[in-house]
T-cell receptor
Framework: EAAVTQSPRSKVAVTGGKVTLSCHQTNNHDYMYWYRQDTGHGLRLIHYSYVADSTEKGDIPDGYKASRPSQENFSLILELASLSQTAVYFC?????????????FGPGTRLTVL | QQNVQQSPESLIVPEGARTSLNCTFSDSASQYFWWYRQHSGKAPKALMSIFSNGEKEEGRFTIHLNKASLHFSLHIRDSQPSDSALYLCAGIASSSFSKLVFGQGTSLSVVP
């Protein structure tokens, strides 16, 4: 079973503060993804990466940065946290091969911005 | 840009019922479709996928894809309380095979 871990599992941040969410995978997967989940919106893609030291914008990148320092680690950075960024954030990874697009998700980080 | 819409938003069914969840997508060139299941407070987990038109059955679960009508569905036979979860359909964006586009989800409750 593929393993994706996230830290912290929950966080309370103040408006305007900096927040870093971390993701670690031991699957030797090439792709890593950051999603946010809000009630009624399913999962929306923020940033993703297919190789270390490179990141790509997803569908809702504004207000977020991403960093992929190694194949195993992928971080999501909120430089100036805002109330609207309160959500649950999921990290996922998948193998590069075209035969399977299955993404394996971490347990999520619940972020509350006050 | 792929757009995925699910219906209904929520559903309550009795134990033992047959349940049908629906998904429509906008990109007819999209090639791969998934159903994910997410139990409350847990991570989404892949349930089933399909690449070509037709049906696929695994145990009590059947998925059906019709690219011509842009329709994708999940059917659960003999629904159980343990099936209660948020069900998310997703399709590969034809503009980028790296990305999955998810629907907003259907919340299913199976009551004993």
């Amino acid at each position: 079973e593929a393993a994706v871990t996230q830290s912290p599992r929950s966080k309370v941040a103040v408006t305007g503060g900096k927040v870093t969410l971390s993701c670690h995978q031991t699957n030797n997967h090439d792709y890593m993804y950051w999603y946010r989940q809000d009630t009624g919106h399913g999962l929306r893609l923020i940033h993703y990466s297919y190789v270390a030291d490179s990141t790509e914008k997803g569908d809702i990148p504004d207000g977020y940065k991403a960093s992929r320092p190694s194949q195993e680690n992928f971080s999501l950075i909120l430089e100036l946290a805002s109330l609207s960024q309160t959500a649950v954030y999921f990290c996922a990874s998948r193998y590069r091969g075209l035969s399977s697009y299955e993404q394996y998700f971490g347990p999520g980080t619940r972020l509350t911005v006050l | 840009q792929q757009n995925v819409q699910q219906s209904p938003e929520s559903l309550i069914v009795p134990e033992g019922a047959r349940t049908s969840l629906n998904c429509t997508f906008s990109d007819s060139a999209s090639q791969y479709f998934w159903w994910y299941r997410q139990h409350s407070g847990k991570a989404p987990k892949a349930l089933m996928s399909i690449f070509s038109n037709g049906e696929k059955e695994e145990g009590r679960f059947t998925i059906h894809l019709n690219k011509a009508s842009l329709h994708f569905s999940l059917h659960i036979r003999d629904s159980q309380p343990s099936d209660s979860a948020l069900y998310l359909c997703a399709g590969i964006a034809s503009s980028s095979f790296s990305k999955l586009v998810f629907g907003q989800g259907t919340s299913l409750s199976v009551v004993p």
